[in-house]
Structure formats: structure tokens, C-alpha cells
Nanobody
């Protein structure tokens, strides 16, 4: 069992930056791939970024490529999402998720554990 807790959300103006953190419980964190997903009101859950268990592979949605960076610190059981050049369309609830296979995958249904989410609001 893995418990995930996100933090770092908030309100920011367009062009600004935020860094989300996802702290995981459990001694097996380093074997899990981690992903970030987001969901805006009235829209489906959307893949944002994923990182493999070792951090050696990262995957990004086209909409955030070049602006967002996913990273992890296995010693701290934490995964991060650095978000730069934020746009109003980035407004959503952002959730982190853990995948037991260790592979950086893009389908939300492939993930086993989820956090509660943190709100990110970008104003124009």
C-alpha cells in the first residue's frame, strides 16, 4: 500500500511558476513509476507527466512539454512537478499516482495508487 499526498498548488498569474510535490509513504516508493495527471471542471482526467522508477525515463504530454519538468528524489520518497510559463488552460486539480510496474506510462488506468489532488489556478 502506498499513500500519496500532494502539496504546492495555489493561484498564480499567467507566465508564473509553481512546484508541486507528492510525498509517498512506504518503503517501496523507489520501485514505483510516478505520474502526474490533471482534471479541469467538466473535462476528463488528462495525463501530464510520468517518470520511471529510476528517474531514467520521463514522458510528457505535448501540451506541457518544454514548460513542465518531472523529477523524483527516492531518498525523500517524493516526486516533483516544476511548472513554468503557466497558462490559464493549465488550471486544474493535479494529482500524483504510483504505478507498481515501474514504467513511465501515460494511461490513468495503469496506475495503482492516487493522491487526493491539489488545485492549481492560473489567471490571465
Amino acid at each position: 500500500q502506498v499513500q500519496l499526498v500532494e502539496s504546492g498548488g495555489g493561484s498564480v498569474q499567467a507566465g508564473g511558476s509553481l512546484r508541486l510535490s507528492c510525498a509517498a509513504s512506504g518503503r517501496t516508493f523507489s520501485s514505483y513509476a510516478m505520474g502526474w495527471f490533471r482534471q479541469a471542471p467538466g473535462k476528463e482526467r488528462e495525463f501530464v507527466a510520468a517518470i520511471s522508477w529510476s528517474g531514467g525515463r520521463t514522458v510528457y504530454a505535448d501540451s506541457v512539454k518544454g514548460r513542465f519538468t518531472i523529477s523524483r528524489d527516492n531518498a525523500k520518497n517524493t516526486v516533483y512537478l516544476q511548472m513554468n510559463s503557466l497558462k490559464p488552460e493549465d488550471t486544474a486539480v493535479y494529482s500524483c499516482a504510483a504505478d507498481r510496474t515501474g514504467r513511465a506510462r501515460t494511461g490513468w488506468y495503469e496506475y495503482d495508487y492516487w493522491g487526493q489532488g491539489t488545485q492549481v489556478t492560473v489567471s490571465s
